[in-house]
């Protein structure tokens, strides 16, 4: 008589689902990691290429800004014959524009001449001093007659040139912002 274990069978099965459950977790898992990979590849493929068109909208815009310079300059060649300026045409200054003037013709209105009132209160401007309300005084938003600030000389460009840079101590520059 074959009497079966009904224990053991039952043990046996139980071992057997287990292992088909894992199993099919472990290919579950890999399969979707596969899947989260072909994804990144894809997002990044799909980024290359916008790049690539952005690149490729870039050289084309280039390209034919270039070939536009191109057919400019041929035109330019051909037909107007404009030069870029060189340096002897730029003037120094107003004196220099000056002499490029005619003088005025007989019967050419007077130039026209603007009036200047010194002030009568003396030192003082003719608008109103400004007093903020808490402090209860006039600013001191006027330069005092007695000693006007010294016009700043300029030198032309030439000067600039032809003189030296000039170093200055950087312990001589902090004390004179303070």
């Known amino acids: 008589m074959n009497v079966t274990n009904p224990l053991g069978g039952s043990r ?4 057997g689902w287990a292992a088909v459950l894992v199993t099919c977790t472990a290919l579950y898992l890999a399969l979707h990691l596969r899947v989260n990979a072909v ?3 894809v997002q990044r493929a799909e980024r290359q290429i916008v790049a690539l068109q952005d690149q490729k909208t870039m050289l084309e815009t280039e ?3 270039r070939s536009n310079q191109q057919q400019l300059a041929t035109w330019n060649d051909v037909d107007f014959g404009y030069k870029a300026p060189t340096a002897s045409q730029y003037l120094e200054g107003e004196r220099q524009l000056a ?8 019967g050419a209105p007077e130039p026209i001449m603007v009036a200047n009132a010194p002030s009568t209160k003396g ?3 003719s608008f109103a001093a400004m007093v ?3 402090a209860g005084e006039a600013m001191a938003a006027e330069v005092s007659r007695k000693n006007p600030p010294r016009p700043i000389a300029k030198p032309d460009l030439a000067e600039r040139l032809i003189r030296p840079a000039e170093r200055v101590a950087i312990q ?4 004179s912002v303070r």
């Open 63 to 65: 390209f034919e800004t």
């Open 132 to 134: 903020p309300p808490i």
């Open 39 to 41: 994804r990144s590849q």
């Open 123 to 125: 030192e003082g401007s």
């Open 12 to 15: 046996l099965r139980k071992i």
């Open 172 to 175: 001589n520059v902090k004390a």
């Open 99 to 106: 002499q490029f003037g005619t003088p005025r013709a007989k």
